[in-house]
């Protein structure tokens, strides 16, 4: 049973056009991340919730905006893609307890920008 | 910032050796997570280590977590086929910020 989902798996989009890329999660997890992880590289942190509380990381482009309407569901929009955007962007969920931080991944979206 | 090193990059093996990755953090982590990506897929949750000095171990897997709690390594005894793939170890800050910070992890390729 999928856990978090995200929507689509696949997406091309040409160069400029904004897309938004959506997770979901039934596993009522307070912490929601979003990466970007190009081939062969180490997932990158993008930003993160705590519930409501957003956290977007120092390097972050502007470009990449984030919603998190319920504890549901989380989206990504990128606003004016550029073809370095290409890679696959990757949703996690966690309790966000001390005791647990274990991440759960979803499939993923892979995007190009064409 | 947390930053999260890890050696080696990428490290074959023939079926039946021994493999270890090692990991280092810039800052003091709260825990240490370690995650396996098989190609074409995404980042599978291995283990947590939480407290200074801990040893656990999975059937052939091996993980530890430093006495500092800055460093960590995971050995994997008679490598198999199966065992191809990513392995990345992800830092956690702890607090109130979740922030989970990801090495670059080690892609392990077996020989049959």
């Known amino acids: 049973d999928a856990m978090v989902i995200q929507n689509p798996r696949y997406q091309v989009t040409q160069f400029g056009k904004p897309v938004t890329l959506s997770c979901s999660q039934t596993?009522?997890?307070?912490?929601m991340y979003w990466y970007q992880q190009k081939s062969s590289q180490a997932p990158k942190l993008l930003f993160h919730?705590?519930?409501?509380?957003?956290?977007n990381e120092a390097d972050t482009p502007d470009n990449f905006q984030s919603r998190r309407p319920n504890t549901s569901f989380c989206f990504l929009d990128i606003r004016s893609p550029g073809l370095g955007d290409t890679a696959m962007y990757l949703c996690?969920?966690?309790?966000?307890?001390?005791?647990?931080?274990?991440?759960?991944f979803g499939q993923g979206t892979r995007l190009t920008v064409v | 910032g947390q930053q999260v090193m890890q050696i080696p990059q990428y490290q074959h093996v023939q079926e039946g050796e021994d493999f270890t990755t090692y990991c280092n953090s810039s800052t003091t982590l709260s825990n240490i997570q370690w995650y396996k990506q098989r190609p074409g897929g995404h980042p599978v949750f291995l283990i947590q280590?939480?407290?200074?000095?801990e040893v656990k171990k999975q059937k052939r897997l091996t993980f530890q977590f430093g006495e500092a709690k800055k460093n960590s390594s995971l050995h994997i005894t008679a490598t198999q086929t199966t065992d191809v793939g990513t392995y990345f170890c992800a830092g956690h800050s702890g607090g109130s910020n979740y922030k989970l910070t990801f090495g670059k992890g080690t892609l392990l390729t077996v020989n049959p």
């Open positions: 996690a969920t966690s309790r966000g307890s001390a005791a647990n931080t274990e991440a759960f």
């Open positions: 596993l009522n997890h307070n912490v």
């Open positions: 280590l939480v407290k200074s000095g």
């Open positions: 919730y705590y519930d409501k509380d957003f956290n």
